[in-house]
């Protein structure tokens, strides 16, 4: 079993950067894929970045391509999320999550991902 705690979040300006860092423990972390994700008010939630075991790929959608950086740290056991140039729209709720198996194609549907953080509120105003 894997346990997950993020840091790093907090209130920022549109523009600015925000670095969240998610910590795991379990001696497995290494073997496993990681995503991050965000839940706004209201919306569902959805997939910001992904990495693979030994950081091999990395994923990103449309809307956080070019602004979001994931990497992960396997001898520190981190995964960290690299945020620029924030908009308002990048507010929400930031999770962690263990991906153990590819239950689908897609790296960014919730089903694939097994064990989550409790979260960390980042807030971008305009």
């Known amino acids: 079993q894997v346990q997950l705690m993020e840091s790093g979040g907090g209130l920022v300006q549109s523009g600015d950067s925000l670095r969240l860092s998610c910590t795991a423990s379990?001696?497995?972390?290494?073997?496993?894929?990681m995503g991050w994700f965000r839940q706004a008010p209201g919306k569902k939630r959805e997939c910001v970045a992904h990495?693979?075991?030994?950081?091999?790929?990395?994923d990103y959608p449309d809307s956080t391509k070019g602004r979001f950086t994931i990497s992960r740290d396997d001898a520190k056991g981190t995964v960290l999320l690299e945020m620029n140039s924030l908009k308002p729209e990048d507010s929400g709720v930031y999770y962690c999550a263990v991906k153990r198996y590819t239950r689908t194609p897609s790296y960014s549907d919730l089903v694939n991902y097994d064990y989550w953080g409790q979260g960390t509120q980042v807030t971008v105003s305009s």
């Open positions: 990495i693979s075991r030994s950081a091999t790929n990395t």
């Open positions: 379990g001696p497995a972390f290494r073997l496993y894929g």
